[in-house]
């Protein structure tokens, strides 16, 4: 696989998972509405997409020894993989709607980050439970303060 689309390809997936994680962890703790974590969701999917993915090119122009065709590479695969990948997010929310879905798709999720952990730990010789213990214990510390930032926002402002 290009070491390009790998790269970026693990970055926009494992930032996809943590920003989704946390944005539906917060709005669901703060208004169980399937409308607003919907819209959420879709508005994430779209907007975090673009930014990292123009993060990524911008980054990848910085540096002379890449292509253009390496670049645009990068960028489209970031993209791709953050759009796709967080609207699967709302497939539990339309399947199950009720609570269950925050649940279903947090134990999913970070069974796809210790899947992912697991691969680029071995690929690189390295500590393999150190790596996951590492990401997902940084997966686990995003859930629970936008659980209590949501809490704590719908206390101030709809007590």
Same mark, same amino acid.
């Given at each position: #696989?290009?070491?390009?689309?790998?790269?970026? %390809? *693990?970055?926009?997936?494992?930032?996809? &998972? /943590?920003?989704?994680?946390?944005? #539906?962890?917060?709005?669901?703790?703060?208004?169980?509405?399937? #409308?607003?974590?919907?819209?959420?969701?879709?508005?994430? %999917?779209?907007?975090?997409?673009?930014?990292?993915?123009?993060?990524?090119?911008? +980054?990848?122009? +910085?540096?002379?020894?890449?292509?253009?065709?390496?670049?645009? =590479?990068?960028?489209?695969? %970031?993209?791709?993989?953050?759009?796709?990948? %967080?609207? *699967?997010?709302? =497939?539990?929310?339309? &399947?199950?709607?009720?609570?269950?879905?925050?649940?279903?798709?947090?134990?999913?999720?970070?069974? +796809? =980050? *210790?899947?992912?952990?697991?691969?680029?730990?071995?690929?690189?010789?390295?500590?393999?439970?150190?790596?996951?213990?590492?990401?997902?214990?940084?997966?686990?510390?995003?859930?629970?303060? *936008?659980?209590? /930032?949501?809490?704590? /926002?719908?206390? &101030?402002?709809?007590?």
């Amino acid at each position: #696989m290009n070491q390009a689309i790998k790269t970026w %390809a *693990t970055f926009g997936i494992t930032s996809w &998972i /943590i920003t989704t994680l946390g944005l #539906m962890v917060g709005l669901a703790s703060w208004t169980w509405s399937l #409308m607003v974590v919907i819209w959420g969701i879709l508005t994430i %999917a779209v907007a975090d997409s673009f930014s990292d993915a123009l993060g990524i090119h911008v +980054s990848q122009e +910085s540096d002379k020894k890449n292509s253009k065709k390496d670049i645009w =590479l990068a960028t489209l695969t %970031a993209f791709l993989a953050k759009l796709i990948f %967080a609207l *699967t997010f709302l =497939l539990p929310i339309l &399947i199950f709607w009720t609570q269950t879905w925050v649940i279903i798709n947090i134990i999913r999720w970070l069974l +796809s =980050l *210790t899947f992912l952990s697991y691969k680029i730990a071995k690929s690189n010789k390295d500590n393999i439970w150190h790596a996951i213990l590492e990401h997902v214990g940084i997966a686990i510390v995003v859930i629970i303060s *936008t659980y209590y /930032i949501g809490k704590l /926002i719908a206390h &101030i402002f709809w007590a």
